[in-house]
């Protein structure tokens, strides 16, 4: 059941960094909206890794 859960988590940010491509490239109106879906969770997921590992908020 594991793996499924991870497979469809990395098929998700696949497709998602595919999204980003294409819309970069002038791509139809969805792969815009799913790139900036995809922007925004890859940035939640780096300001939550900053402050787990760094509680003060600041950079070393």
């Known amino acids: 059941m594991m793996v499924l859960v991870l497979s469809c988590i990395l098929a ?5 960094c595919v999204c980003v491509w294409w ?8 792969t815009r909206a799913v790139s900036a879906g995809t922007l925004a969770a890859g940035e939640l997921a780096r300001r939550a890794s900053r ?3 760094n509680p003060s908020g600041q950079d070393d």
Do not use: D, M, V
Request: no cysteine; hydrophobic share 30%.
């Open 12 to 16: 998700l940010t696949i497709g998602g």
């Open 23 to 30: 819309a970069a490239r002038g791509g139809p109106r969805w």
């Open 51 to 53: 402050y787990e590992g």
